[in-house]
Each structure stands twice: as C-alpha cells, then as structure tokens.
C-alpha cells in the first residue's frame, strides 16, 4: 500500500474526528451551564497537558508528519488558540495544509532521511519507521488523550464518536 494512503487520510480522518469531539465537548458544556474554560483547561494528570495543547499538539503531529513524509517545511502555526472556536479553527488550517501534500511527494523517497532534533538527541528516520512508530502514536495519544478529557468531564463520548463516521463501510 502506498505510504500516502496509510498517512495523510488517516490524519484527516482523525483531525475530522477530534474537531466533532470538540463540538460535542462545547455543547455539553452549554446545555450542561459548564463554563467552556473548564473543559479547555481539564487535564488527566496535573503533569500532563489541558485539553487546548492537546488539541495543538495532534495539530502539530499532524502537519509535521504529513510535511515530513513530503519532504516539506513543517508550517508554524503558534499556540495561542483559547477557545473551542479557535481550536476548531486550527484543526481546519491543519487539514488545509494536509490536502496540499501531494500524494506523489509522500510515496516519491522510501530512503528520505527524517531527523527530529529533540532536547535529548536527534531522532533518525526514514519514512515508514516514522510513520509507523512517531508520527501515528505521537498523533492518535493526543488524540485518544483528548478523548478521555472530554470523556472525564462528563461529556456524553462513547467508541463510536471515538471511531467517526463509519458510514464508508456500510454494506447493504
């Protein structure tokens, strides 16, 4: 299977997936007189991020990892969203910037280098070994992590808003 196709749909999918959770997370909050903040800054563990970086960072692992599998830039888009709107919004600009990776950039190079410089050494890929253990795990955590915020402040998820439409593979 191409890599494109194992890649830069999944991340659709996904970022689709994430911005219905955020607008059920923001109805419930509504109908339930929760104040909006309280859902965007709940958090699974005190040492681990709120729900907005949560949001950002599958923006992030998105867009890295559809830019990298391309070899592209990776678009800077800065963490200053505070409102489900505004994370909504950002989950749009990153599914634009994926639509524009072509699908012949992403399967062209098997061999392209991918480096990732982090504060504890530079991580060394090549594309399917990024793909399948970086930038898939990296992206789905903060996704699924988004989830369990959601879900441990009462919004009413179950595994089906988790999984999305599935209407593609209905058989009559």
């Not at 309280?38 to 692992?61: E, G, T």
């Not at 990153?94 to 061999?111: H, Y």
């Not at 991918?114 to 090549?126: A, D, M, N, V, Y």
């Amino acid at each position: 299977m191409p890599l494109y196709q194992v890649s830069v749909p999944v991340f659709l999918r996904g970022l689709n997936v994430l911005a219905e959770l955020l607008r059920k997370g923001e109805a419930h909050a509504q109908e339930q007189g929760v104040p909006a903040d309280q859902l965007l800054q709940a958090k699974l563990a005190p040492d681990m991020f709120n729900l907005v970086r949560q949001v950002q960072s599958a923006s992030d692992a998105a867009k890295a990892g559809g830019a990298r599998l391309a070899g592209l830039p990776v678009p800077a888009m800065p963490d200053t969203e505070t409102t489900f709107a505004e994370l909504r919004e950002r989950i749009a600009k990153t599914v634009q910037f994926l639509e524009t990776v072509s699908e012949d950039d992403v399967n062209a190079d098997m061999q392209r280098p991918i480096e990732i410089k982090t504060g504890r050494g530079t991580l060394k890929f090549t594309p399917v070994p990024y793909l399948t253990t970086f930038a898939l795990p990296n992206f789905y955590f903060h996704v699924t992590t988004a989830y369990d915020i959601l879900r441990n402040q009462g919004v009413p998820l179950g595994k089906l808003d988790y999984l999305g439409d599935l209407s593609f593979a209905l058989q009559a």
